[in-house]
């Protein structure tokens, strides 16, 4: 039997765990391994790329890659299969700055590992056996001059790295622009706790979404309060939640809302779990910035 609510120890742990300087180190050690395992990828895709190469800029007979072995084309199927799951990991390493970075952080090292791996791949592509024409495969027969396609395959180790470097350029504003988006949105959260009114509410309705972020569900649930005027009002959020306190029907909930603007959504936030089983007034324990409305 404890003596404490074990909500109330788990969110002071993940607090004390996030603030650790060895928590920074990590993520960036994490990403590192995940940007490597990409290299590898982006070398291994350039194997796999190679022959088919060979076949748009020579005839047949010329389709003979220095990379024609069953285990040096496997690398970039196994790299893509590891990196992929690392970066399912690292997304759910990465929840503290928000869903949205956190989701797509893990392209940016997956997109520059690819772009590097290309590049590094770039001496090691198969020379055609001639430029600008296909050669015949039986002596004396007639050449064929290269068509489009056989020129954009030629060019295909320069340009096919600047595509990715593009996709990183992408994914790096997106990135950005959804981390100032959550902070924002953090803001806002601590303008209406410092400002809103704060009353106490009660789940209605908790569904989850299907969707998991490190093993944890996310739930769309329902909360009925009454502001100000004695209304009956329903706020629906959603938010991520370990298995073991996913929120139920007639589990507790406090509410903070702009009393100016009760029926306002993007004014109102929802606190469960330790926060609801405190009185109204005192102060709270502030939770992952996921798991507030």
Do not use: N
């Given at each position: 039997m404890s003596t404490s609510d074990p909500r109330v120890d788990r969110a002071e742990r993940q607090a004390r765990a996030a603030a650790r300087p060895g928590t920074t180190l990590l993520l960036v050690l994490l990403g590192a391994v995940h940007a490597a395992v990409w290299v590898a990828a982006g070398f291994g895709i350039g194997i796999l790329l190679d022959t088919f190469r060979l076949m748009t800029v020579n005839q047949v007979g010329g389709w003979t890659s220095g990379f024609d072995g069953a285990d040096s084309q496997l690398l970039g199927v196994a790299a893509i299969c590891v990196g992929s799951v690392l970066g399912v990991f690292l997304t759910g390493r990465l929840g503290r700055v928000g869903l949205g970075a956190a989701m797509i952080i893990p392209f940016c090292t997956a997109f520059l590992g690819i772009a590097l791996g290309l590049v590094l791949f770039i001496p090691s592509w198969t020379s055609p056996d001639a430029i600008g024409e296909k050669v015949a495969f039986i002596d004396g027969g007639a050449s064929e001059p290269w068509t489009?396609?056989?020129?954009?395959?030629?060019?295909?180790?320069?340009?096919?790295?600047?595509?990715?470097a593009v996709l990183l350029l992408l994914a790096v504003v997106a990135a950005l622009a959804a981390t100032r988006a959550t902070r924002r949105r953090l803001g806002r959260m601590q303008d209406i706790e410092a400002r809103g009114t704060r009353v106490p509410g009660v789940v209605t309705e908790a569904i989850a979404t299907g969707t998991e972020i490190q093993g944890m569900p996310r739930i769309e649930f329902t909360v009925r309060f009454s502001d100000t005027a004695g209304t009956d009002r329903w706020v629906t959020k959603k938010a991520v939640f370990p298995r073991a306190s996913t929120p139920r029907a007639g589990d507790p909930a406090?509410?903070?809302?702009?009393?100016?603007?009760?029926?306002?959504?993007?004014?109102?936030?929802?606190?469960?779990?330790?926060?609801?089983?405190?009185?109204?007034?005192?102060?709270?324990?502030?939770?992952?910035?996921?798991?507030?409305?």
């Open positions: 489009s396609d056989a020129w954009i395959a030629y060019y295909l180790p320069y340009w096919l790295p600047v595509v990715f406090v509410v903070w809302f702009d009393a100016r603007a009760p029926h306002d959504e993007s004014k109102i936030m929802v606190g469960l779990g330790p926060e609801a089983a405190q009185p109204t007034g005192s102060s709270t324990v502030l939770p992952r910035a996921d798991q507030r409305g």
